[in-house]
């Protein structure tokens, strides 16, 4: 197989994003790629110049991967899509034992190149306004408590993770959606 082929970009885009998640931005390198990818370092760099190009495309795949998500949920009513969320931050991170993809960006944050700040700068201004939309039922105060649910429930991850307590992140979502008059069961 050549190493030009979209399969191998594909593999690389799916190691390092598995890397991100687990590691965060700053915390893996070419080198680790390409050692579970199975091909040479330098290879890497005909698909990506840099690292920097490489996070881009990570986060432009999570932005793509949001979209396609929500779009699939349009029927639902707000309440509705925002269980779902957190239902498929559950199943998605916590069971896999890995960040959400903002939770590893803000932990890097001070230290990312600024077109990855960019990029996650776009995914979060998409997330925080999918989740205002689904607050509307609250008017005015929709976009402050989207912002308040969005952080917390980003906080709620790393903590569950850090203490091995999926329970926790049970207890703060359920309370969180409690405050904008949502049950989560």
């Known amino acids: 197989m050549s190493l030009s082929t979209p399969s191998t970009k594909t593999q690389i885009l799916e190691v390092a994003s598995h890397l991100f998640l687990e590691r965060g931005y700053n915390s893996f390198s070419f080198q680790h790629i390409a050692d579970q990818v199975g091909i040479r370092k330098a290879s890497i760099h005909s698909h990506f110049k840099d690292k920097e190009e490489l996070g881009v495309k990570i986060i432009d795949q999570y932005i793509h991967d949001f979209e396609l ?46 077109k990855v700040k960019a990029r996650a700068q776009v995914l979060q201004y998409q997330q925080l306004q999918w989740l205002t939309r689904c607050l509307s039922h609250l008017g005015e105060a929709a976009p402050h408590r989207a912002e308040i649910l969005f952080v917390s429930l980003i906080g709620a991850v790393q903590a569950a993770r850090a203490w091995n307590n999926n329970k926790f992140f049970e207890s703060c979502a359920t309370t969180l959606l409690r405050d904008v008059g949502i049950e989560l069961e």
């Open 69 to 114: 998500w929500t779009k699939k949920r349009t029927q639902r009513t707000g309440p509705e899509q925002i269980k779902s969320f957190i239902k498929l931050i559950q199943n998605h991170y916590l069971h896999q034992d890995s960040l959400c993809a903002n939770g590893a960006l803000f932990s890097d944050w001070s230290l990312l190149p600024n």
